[in-house]
């Protein structure tokens, strides 16, 4: 141990600085410079000490990642999430190089399959003139169990017969008189956008791509729906050139392959189908001359357009060519609901059934009659497919042989409107004016219905507020507080990665937290009358309705989406889904 005297380490000046060099020079032993320093820092008073500890720290601090090569460091930096990358961005420039690069972000963003869009190639447009003859017919809902025919009728729910149907008080003619100046609403936005330090160029012309700033646009779309930051504007109005003349029934967003590009398909009680251009709110091809009846359902995948109708068939259309491919004539009732992807072609119908067709050919798989009442709603994955019922049921099947692998018996307290099925989960809505999601591996999910159990699946006895059903146990007021179900049927929904869609009878369409089932937004003032199909993607909600009115709820105003593939609006990581109809 080495000691010095206390005099000799009070001042720190040049003389006593070399002195000091010179004699740790003389110290070839670690250990005994820690002795030596511990010694001298005993000896000082805390003053001093706080002191030099100011003055050491900056030596204590030691850039781990900076000193690694760069391979190693990104490879540090891909465990993080991206808000932490943003805050390691500000640290200094080298850690601003390592979490600006593209290699992380564009990992981020094929994690949730946010695709860079490319350049557009200019589409052909067709056209043709509309069909103004107007049939009245069903609304494409099948009747509840027999059971439930009493109370069906008494509310209107949308599982009434023809003829309670065509009453001229369920049939809005034309559109309402109502204000079309959009509505905005706005709030601050989670991150700002405004500048280019944090995202690089905003210019809709960039051609190379920037994944940070795919990433983060995604990001603030998504704090908009949150925050119900949206501008809402209305096709199908007033002075719209070559609109439909009847209640939309049915439609779908479709991104073009070929060309990138964004359109909306559109189905009626006018019998035709409308191809809408979203980038001029104008028609670009009028499909008429299939149906003799209703086009109740609509599915677009891969250059082909599927419509079912209360006309009992289901017609084949190829966009590209613009020909009609082929008509299907195997129902006895309305088909209600068709979906197809690379390998089948599946409808459903008032006829309680469903029916499966091999894809390219169109060949007829299988039928399926388990049911007990209308098959209201179908949706398909690779494997599985999921059909949903007025008979209170929803029914998972083999896709292959049409083997019933689940039955989900009473799964909502009234008869099941619509489905979305993008595995493993499935968002069901319901005559009972709730909506449910459940996860077909762990059974788990939520209910908008207040007495709903996650834990367990079922509801209690008691009476629900919302629609007045018999429930069992009381639910605690936070629950009841966070969950606001519809008011009405719930007559179709719809799932992308981080919400959930809902539109009903009473005249509202809803966003809802995927994961939590929270309410998210309540998009009113859209619609006056009955709510009858709903499709969500990264930038807007779409909806239409007995009023002929077709609403987008914007949430991209303001924001360059140019660089935004639509192609995909849903992720999942367990199982490849194929088709968003």
């Known amino acids: 141990m080495i000691t010095l005297a206390d005099e000799g380490f009070t001042e720190c000046d040049a003389g006593n600085m070399r002195n000091a060099q010179d004699l740790l020079l003389n110290i070839k032993s670690i250990r005994e410079?820690?002795?030596?320093?511990?010694?001298?820092?005993?000896?000082?008073?805390?003053?001093?000490?706080?002191?030099?500890?100011?003055?050491?720290?900056?030596?204590?601090?030691?850039?781990?990642?900076?000193?690694?090569?760069?391979?190693?460091?990104?490879?540090?930096?891909?465990?993080?999430?991206?808000?932490?990358?943003?805050?390691?961005a500000l640290v200094n420039r080298r850690w601003r190089t390592l979490a600006n690069d593209t290699t992380l972000w564009r990992d981020l963003?094929?994690?949730?399959?946010?695709?860079?869009?490319?350049?557009?190639?200019?589409?052909?447009?067709?056209?043709?003139?509309?069909?103004?003859?107007?049939?009245?017919?069903?609304?494409?809902?099948?009747?509840?169990?027999?059971?439930?025919?009493?109370?069906?009728?008494?509310?209107?729910s949308g599982f009434a017969s023809m003829a309670i149907e065509s009453s001229s008080s369920m049939l809005c003619t034309e559109t309402?008189?109502?204000?079309?100046?959009?509505?905005?609403?706005?709030?601050?936005?989670?991150?700002?956008l405004s500048g280019s330090n944090l995202y690089g160029s905003t210019s809709s012309h960039i051609s190379k791509p920037d994944y940070k700033l795919l990433f983060l646009t995604h990001i603030r779309l998504q704090n908009r729906m949150r925050s119900s930051s949206?501008?809402?504007?209305?096709l199908n109005t007033r002075g719209s050139l070559n609109p439909h003349t009847n209640t939309i029934y049915c439609l779908q967003l479709y991104t073009y392959p070929d060309t990138g590009k964004q359109v909306l398909f559109t189905g009626s009680k006018d019998r035709t189908v409308r191809e809408w251009d979203l980038e001029t709110n104008t028609v670009s091809r009028v499909i008429e001359g299939v149906h003799e009846g209703s086009?109740?359902?609509?599915?677009?995948?891969?250059?082909?357009?599927?419509?079912?109708?209360?006309?009992?068939?289901?017609?084949?259309?190829?966009?590209?060519?613009?020909?009609?491919?082929?008509?299907?004539?195997?129902?006895t009732d309305s088909v209600l609901c068709v979906r197809f992807d690379d390998h089948r072609l599946v409808s459903c119908s008032k006829d309680r059934t469903l029916r499966s067709y091999s894809l390219p050919s169109f060949q007829f798989q299988?039928?399926?009659?388990?049911?007990?009442?209308?098959?209201?709603?179908?949706?398909?994955?690779?494997?599985?497919?999921?059909?949903?019922?007025?008979?209170?049921?929803?029914?998972?099947?083999?896709?292959?042989?049409?083997?019933?692998?689940?039955?989900?018996?009473?799964h909502h307290g009234r008869g099941i409107a619509s489905i979305d099925f993008k595995p493993p989960y499935i968002l069901s809505g319901s005559s009972d004016k709730h909506l449910r999601l459940l996860d077909t591996n762990s059974l788990q999910g939520w209910s908008t219905s207040p007495d709903f159990d996650p834990q367990t699946g079922n509801v209690s006895e008691g009476v629900c507020e919302t629609c007045g059903n018999a429930t069992n146990a009381a639910t605690t007021a936070a629950n009841r507080n966070r969950l606001r179900a519809h008011g009405d049927l719930v007559r179709s929904v719809a799932l992308n990665a981080d919400f959930a869609v809902s539109g009903s009878y009473d005249t509202t369409v809803k966003i809802w937290d995927r994961k939590t089932g929270a309410l998210v937004a309540d998009l009113s003032g859209g619609h006056v009358s009955r709510v009858f199909c709903v499709a969500i993607d990264s930038t807007k909600v779409v909806s239409c309705g007995e009023d002929q009115r077709i609403c987008i709820w914007d949430f991209s105003h303001g924001i360059d989406t140019s660089f935004i593939s639509s192609s995909h609006t849903f992720v999942h990581f367990a199982e490849t889904w194929v088709v968003d109809c």
């Open 33 to 88: 410079r820690e002795d030596l320093v511990y010694a001298l820092l005993h000896s000082l008073p805390k003053s001093s000490l706080a002191s030099i500890q100011r003055n050491i720290e900056p030596m204590l601090q030691l850039d781990v990642v900076g000193l690694l090569p760069d391979e190693v460091a990104l490879l540090v930096y891909s465990f993080l999430p991206w808000q932490s990358l943003l805050s390691c």
């Open 109 to 156: 963003c094929a994690e949730r399959e946010w695709e860079w869009r490319p350049q557009q190639k200019q589409h052909d447009v067709f056209s043709s003139s509309p069909d103004l003859s107007i049939n009245s017919d069903d609304e494409g809902m099948g009747d509840d169990e027999e059971e439930d025919v009493e109370y069906m009728l008494q509310d209107d």
């Open 176 to 192: 309402p008189s109502i204000p079309l100046s959009p509505i905005y609403r706005d709030t601050r936005p989670f991150i700002h």
């Open 230 to 234: 949206y501008r809402l504007s209305s």
């Open 295 to 331: 086009v109740l359902s609509i599915c677009v995948y891969n250059g082909l357009l599927a419509s079912g109708g209360s006309d009992q068939t289901v017609a084949i259309w190829d966009l590209a060519r613009n020909e009609l491919v082929r008509v299907i004539q195997d129902h």
């Open 366 to 410: 299988y039928a399926i009659d388990d049911h007990r009442a209308a098959v209201n709603a179908v949706s398909i994955s690779p494997e599985h497919i999921v059909s949903a019922s007025g008979d209170r049921s929803m029914k998972l099947w083999n896709a292959t042989n049409g083997t019933l692998i689940r039955t989900f018996d009473s």
